[in-house]
Each structure stands twice: as C-alpha cells, then as structure tokens.
C-alpha cells in the first residue's frame, strides 16, 4: 500500500517531503552556481524553518551549541524572529561575540529550562546524562558525525526531532540514514543509488 506525501517547494533547488513518519528538507545545489549562497546560511535557514513549523518562535527559548559559521547564522536568524537565545560555546572569544548579537552566552554544558537544544559541534558533548538534563527540550542536530548528541541516547530518550545529513553527502549515504531514522531496510534502493556531484543539504525531521 502507497502511503500518501506531501512535496512542498520553497524556490531554488530547495523543498521538503512529509510522510506520516516525519519531514525532509532538501536542497542540493552546485558549488559556487548562486553568488552569495553558502552551506552554513542553508543550514541555519533549514533549521528555522523547521523551528518555525513547531510553533512561532519569539520567546521560545533555544540554545545553539557551537559557535561557528553555522552556530553563528543560526543564533542571528533567531534572534531576529525574537527567541531567546542561548550560545553554548567553548572559547570566550565566541561568548563574547554571541553577546554582541544579543544572545545569552555560557559555556557548553547542559542544563534545562529550553524549548530546542541545536547542535553544530561535530563532537559527541551531549551524552545520556546531559540528554536527560535537558528535560523535554526538543533536540536538533546540525552536525556531521561523530555528531554533538549521543544518538543512541537521543533517541532512547524520546526528544531527537530532526537530524541534518550533511555538507557533501552522496545520495546514497542520504538514503542510508534516512532509512534508520525511518526504522526501515531499505539496503536495496539505498545501494541502487548513485552519489551525485553536487553538495545536498538534508535535513530529516521526526514527528513528535
């Protein structure tokens, strides 16, 4: 039986598939092809957009783990929607600058009291402990592996939304994870794909 899906285009190369097991956002793109266009900015728009589709954000409170070019773009896009933002970053270099953007800075840690927790350190820093300290914090994970979140705990806990599959990823490694967060063997169709020369932002997004 055809389960039904939902294509949605958000112009450019960018769109989103809905099916009853979650959300993807695509947006693969060539290299240098858009003046101005850069992965970190698609990753954070992304981000947003999916925030955006739990609930309207101002005074909703997030933290963004990593401080970076994508931790950096995201933290601005959400203040200017009006969330209360928390950077949770290792240099005080970087604190120093997320407060210069208006958003409350502390070193990476856990601790409860927010909505989202988004991650952008490729760096396990949030084991089971830390996971559970956080509470019902809907957790976003933006990074490449080895990943911020401990998976395997995210996901034991309840509280994993959304994962990217990242920067440069071939469309088979896209089909692969997909088909574990989906909790489906799709070896077959994930092997008869080819990788692409393209970058691909993926971003997969679990029901809650």
């Given at each position: 039986?055809?389960?039904?899906?939902?294509?949605?285009?958000?112009?450019?190369?960018?769109?989103?598939?809905?099916?009853?097991?979650?959300?993807?956002v695509f947006d693969p793109y060539s290299p240098g092809s858009v003046p101005g266009l850069s992965l970190p900015e698609l990753t954070a728009d992304a981000a947003v957009m999916l925030l955006e589709q739990r609930g309207a954000l101002p005074e909703r409170r997030v933290l963004v783990?990593?401080?970076?070019?994508?931790?950096?773009?995201?933290?601005?896009?959400?203040?200017?929607?009006?969330?209360a933002v928390t950077v949770a970053a290792r240099s005080e270099q970087a604190r120093s600058a997320a407060e210069r953007m208006d958003c409350r800075a502390v070193p990476i840690g856990a601790a409860p009291g927010y909505d989202f927790v988004v991650n952008t350190v490729p760096s396990v820093i949030f084991g089971a402990n830390e996971i559970a300290a956080f509470g019902d914090a809907e957790?976003?994970?933006?990074?490449?592996?080895?990943?911020?979140?401990?998976?395997?705990?995210?996901?034991?806990?309840g509280t994993l939304r959304a994962m990217a599959i990242m920067p440069m990823a071939p469309m088979m490694l896209m089909a692969q994870a997909m088909g574990i967060f989906m909790k489906r063997k799709r070896k077959s169709s994930a092997k008869a794909m080819r990788p692409r020369r393209w970058a691909s932002l993926n971003l997969f997004s679990m029901p809650a």
């Open positions: 039986m055809v389960k039904p899906m939902t294509l949605t285009w958000y112009g450019h190369s960018c769109f989103r598939l809905d099916t009853a097991e979650g959300s993807a783990s990593g401080f970076g070019r994508i931790g950096s773009a995201l933290a601005q896009r959400l203040r200017a929607r009006g969330a957790l976003i994970e933006l990074a490449s592996a080895p990943y911020g979140f401990d998976l395997p705990a995210a996901r034991a806990a």
